[in-house]
């Protein structure tokens, strides 16, 4: 937990009301220990290998077990460690993505249905409110007929080889042995296929993809463009980049019908923009945390109102496994973060991106997203 991603994942633990029971906090023994101590951890509660202290949580019972398993570590680490973690019987909030390959999803989703354990991904966007607010306008028919989209998630803080200076989560990324074999697909995909899908209620069907490694010397896809077909006709464009110098917006999308247009951004989480077809313009604002907050942790859209969604996710999580949820959620309202279901979705539609961009006789290949019954 001690990366950029940890730090954010401390603050929203904290804002939940949890704590950190214990863990494996680095990547080498020395260095797990080193940060544990700044927690105020020591003794068995810290680790070097996660083997370890899953083992060792898969021994304790009642009050001296954790609560559930949070996994941060680079993407093809997902699956091992999550599939430990309920080896052992202990719940996960896994980060994105869920896994790096569909016989990965799928293994995860029948041991998870097998054992019965909680899981959850933290994807934060049903936590903010003014997508909540955005996906019941769509639905109530605000926008009209869809007609198309533009989603995108853009960085540029790997736009030179800044892996070669000793950046550690630029590192790790460069790597396939630790990022996954599509690079910007696998890291970034799932945001735009999730948002989309879940805000317009739209099924992705086909996608056409170009990706490349556009700093020289890089061996994984830093941008990448994909057109995306859905099951109900409207078409569109899922933009993902990390050397898009001058975005640090987080996720953005444009979505439009034939009676308005919609638009929002990561970064400006508290508007919602929409544009009648005759110009008229309506700005939606919520000023709580969830909706606007300070910009201090940019440059991954990740703000203070970022921190606030991913505590609802926690404090989400925590009421599930605590047997409280069916008590305070509404008629209807859906879970916070992203379900083992979706999560498997998200992977059939990275690997569809990944084979159409891995074509290489210079025609456009569309693929069709694999079904797979989960």
């Known amino acids: 937990m001690h990366s950029f991603m940890g730090a954010i994942h401390r603050a929203a633990i904290e804002k939940a009301g949890l704590r950190l029971a214990c863990g494996v906090f680095g990547s080498t023994r020395q260095s797990s220990y080193d ?33 559930f398993a949070t996994v941060l570590a680079p993407n093809v680490l997902h699956y091992p460690v999550t599939m430990a973690a309920m080896d ?29 354990l909680p899981y959850r991904i933290a994807m934060v966007y049903p936590a903010y409110s003014q997508l909540v607010k955005a996906r019941k306008l769509i639905r109530d028919g605000a926008l009209g007929t869809l007609r198309r989209f533009d989603v995108c998630l853009q960085q540029g803080w790997m736009a030179r080889r800044v892996e070669n200076q000793g950046v550690r989560s630029a590192m790790w990324r460069t790597e396939k042995a630790h990022s996954g074999k599509g690079g910007v697909i696998t890291e970034m995909s799932c945001h ?45 464009v899922f933009r993902m980049s990390t050397v898009a110098v001058g975005h640090t917006e987080g996720l953005s999308f444009e979505i439009t019908g034939d009676a308005a247009a919609m638009f929002w ?25 969830s909706g606007e907050g300070e910009s201090a942790l940019v440059p991954f859209g990740a703000n203070a109102a970022y921190v606030e969604a991913l505590s609802r996710v ?61």
């Open 35 to 67: 940060s544990a101590r700044e927690y105020g951890l020591s003794g068995d509660a810290v680790m070097g290998q996660y083997r370890d202290i899953l083992r060792r949580q898969g021994r304790l019972k009642g009050d001296a077990k954790a609560l």
């Open 88 to 116: 052992n019987g202990l719940g996960v909030l896994c980060e994105k993505p869920f896994t790096c390959t569909l016989d990965e999803a799928l293994n995860l989703a029948r041991k998870q249905r097998a054992l019965g």
């Open 192 to 236: 735009c296929q999730f948002a989309l899908e879940w805000v317009t209620g739209l099924e992705i069907e086909s996608v056409c993809a170009v990706a490349k490694a556009v700093v020289p010397g890089r061996m994984v896809a830093d941008d990448a463009a994909v057109f995306v077909k859905t099951a109900s006709a409207p078409a569109g």
């Open 265 to 289: 951004r990561q970064d400006r989480p508290g508007e919602l923009r929409i544009v009648e077809n005759d110009g008229t313009e309506r700005i939606l604002k919520d000023r709580s945390l």
């Open 314 to 374: 926690y404090s989400d999580f925590r009421d599930e496994i605590n047997g409280t949820t069916k008590k305070i959620r509404k008629s209807g309202e859906r879970i916070l973060g992203m379900t083992i279901e979706e999560g498997v979705r998200s992977v059939a539609v990275a690997e569809a991106i990944e084979r159409s961009a891995a074509e290489t006789d210079g025609a456009s290949k569309w693929v069709q997203v694999e079904r797979t019954g989960i």
